[in-house]
């Protein structure tokens, strides 16, 4: 693969040790963490061209490390600083005062982890803000998936392939859109193509083009996915589903980083980063003898699991209201919010198709949700309340029901033609509900 300019890191030197949430958040916002003795802060070097903030851990600085750290702050004091407190103190001891005066940033810590990380995201002078990052267009502040992000920003910049997995609606595609527009190759172009989608005769020809006349139909010479995605990124969904002789052309452009148009023996060079995804087991085609050993090995390079979404249960609430909000800016609906039921059913819930699955109902339910709140019908998951639930949301449903038909027949003097014409429905319709509810209609006028 042809070399491609090296992408800035965003490093926090980090005076002390941050915890392990602490570097965890801190990865998943795209910035590493160098963790420095305090005691020996004169052998910190740093690399120019990486985008650097200092971080003074104040929890954890002994005594005999304020002097040196104080040096090395003086030396460098182009770098933003922040400073990192521990919760509970009324005020800081006069020795901190001077490190405290170089640090314009404070955060108690843990409690203010968000804070800092908001700070990083937004506040650094940096052209490229991290904020604006695609990693951030992966929504969710699960485990799980700050472990994500984390790896897509530590997969983005290197140029090798990558090989998502996951189950379908997990956001595979989404990610691997992210490591593009992270990489280096990011004003190039994005390919992606499913390549269970493709009929086998004509797998070779999309993915590598073709010659004039190579085959009957081929009335022009065409370029295919690769050539076209050239100092780009081409996504390859699906891969497992590549017939043989495709995996073979695609062992190829890993291997020697060329191409041969069907009809042609010329090889032809091309540079583009490859990703794969698969929610199948590609360990398991490789022992079946369906996928190609050696290929599966050079995909394999570095490897994103995307977590389903009920490892991720948290998720699913943050999800919802994200989907709802973009729903609602380009959308009119009643619906502003779930309801505490919805928001218990969509917990409890397996998301078979992820956060697909998710979108898709959310965007369902603000369509056909009545009121400001979703209820778990419109999402169609009143199935997965408990019983208990279920029964009280039934009971719910009836008295409003009951309230809504009185209102009516009260408006109308108990005409039922009149109130049968006012609620849309038919007099047959007005009778029955009176029936269901005990409404003695001769009593009442
Ligand atoms: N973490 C997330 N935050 C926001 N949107 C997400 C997230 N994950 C997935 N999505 C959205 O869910 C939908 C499905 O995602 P995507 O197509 O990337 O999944 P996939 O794993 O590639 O699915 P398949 O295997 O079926 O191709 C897309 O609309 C995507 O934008």
């Known amino acids: 693969m042809a070399a491609v300019s090296e992408i800035q890191s965003r490093c926090v030197i980090w005076f002390g040790h941050p915890l392990a949430a602490e570097r965890a958040a801190l990865a998943a916002a795209g910035w590493q963490v160098r963790s420095v003795d305090p005691l020996n802060a004169q052998a910190v070097g740093l690399r120019a061209r990486d985008q650097?903030?200092?971080?003074?851990?104040?929890?954890?600085?002994?005594?005999?490390?304020?002097?040196?750290?104080?040096?090395?702050?003086q030396q460098h004091d182009h770098l933003p600083l922040l400073a990192a407190l521990p919760g509970g103190i009324a005020s800081p001891p006069p020795s901190w005062q001077p490190l405290l005066d170089a640090c314009p940033h404070r955060y108690v810590m843990p409690q203010d982890l968000a804070g800092l990380v908001d700070h990083l995201q937004r506040d650094q002078p940096d052209t490229t803000r991290v904020a604006d990052s695609p990693a951030q267009?992966?929504?969710?502040?699960?485990?799980?998936?700050?472990?994500?992000?984390?790896?897509?920003?530590?997969?983005?910049?290197?140029?090798?392939?990558?090989?998502?997995?996951?189950?379908?609606?997990?956001g595979k595609e989404l990610a691997a859109h992210a490591l593009h527009a992270m990489s280096a190759r990011a004003a190039h172009p994005f390919m992606a193509v499913n390549c269970g989608a493709i009929p086998a005769n004509l797998v070779?020809?999309?993915?590598?083009?073709?010659?004039?006349?190579?085959?009957?139909?081929?009335?022009?010479?065409?370029?295919?996915?690769?050539?076209?995605?050239?100092?780009?990124?081409?996504?390859l969904d699906e891969v497992g589903d590549l017939p043989l002789d495709a995996q073979t052309s695609l062992l190829r452009v890993l291997q020697e980083g060329t191409i041969e148009r069907v009809g042609s023996s010329q090889p032809l060079r091309v540079d583009v980063r490859v990703l794969a995804a698969t929610h199948v087991d590609l360990e398991q085609a490789v022992a079946q003898g369906r996928f190609r050993r050696d290929l599966f090995y050079r995909l394999n390079v570095l490897r994103l699991a995307m977590p389903a979404l009920r490892e991720r249960s948290g998720d699913v609430l943050v999800l919802a209201e994200h989907f709802l909000r973009q729903f609602r800016a380009r959308h009119q609906g009643r619906a502003r919010g779930f309801s505490s039921c919805a928001r218990q059913a969509m917990q409890r819930f397996d998301w078979p198709g992820n956060v697909r699955e998710l979108l898709n109902r959310v965007q369902r339910a603000a369509i056909v949700a009545d009121g400001e709140l979703i209820e778990p019908a419109d999402l169609d998951l009143v199935a997965t309340l408990p019983a208990a639930a279920r029964a009280l949301l039934q009971d719910a449903r009836e008295q409003v029901e009951r309230e809504l038909l009185l209102q009516a027949l009260r408006e109308h003097e108990f005409n039922v033609s009149a109130c049968a014409r006012h609620m849309q429905v038919s007099r047959v319709t007005v009778y029955r509900l009176c029936r269901k509810h005990q409404v003695e209609l001769p009593a009442l006028r």
């Open 52 to 73: 650097l903030v200092g971080m003074i851990d104040l929890r954890q600085i002994p005594a005999a490390a304020l002097v040196s750290v104080q040096a090395w702050i």
């Open 137 to 170: 267009r992966l929504i969710g502040d699960s485990p799980a998936l700050l472990a994500t992000r984390a790896a897509l920003f530590k997969f983005a910049p290197v140029d090798l392939p990558v090989l998502v997995t996951g189950e379908t609606g997990t």
């Open 204 to 235: 070779q020809s999309e993915l590598f083009g073709h010659e004039r006349g190579a085959f009957t139909g081929a009335a022009q010479r065409r370029l295919g996915l690769f050539e076209s995605a050239n100092g780009g990124t081409v996504f």
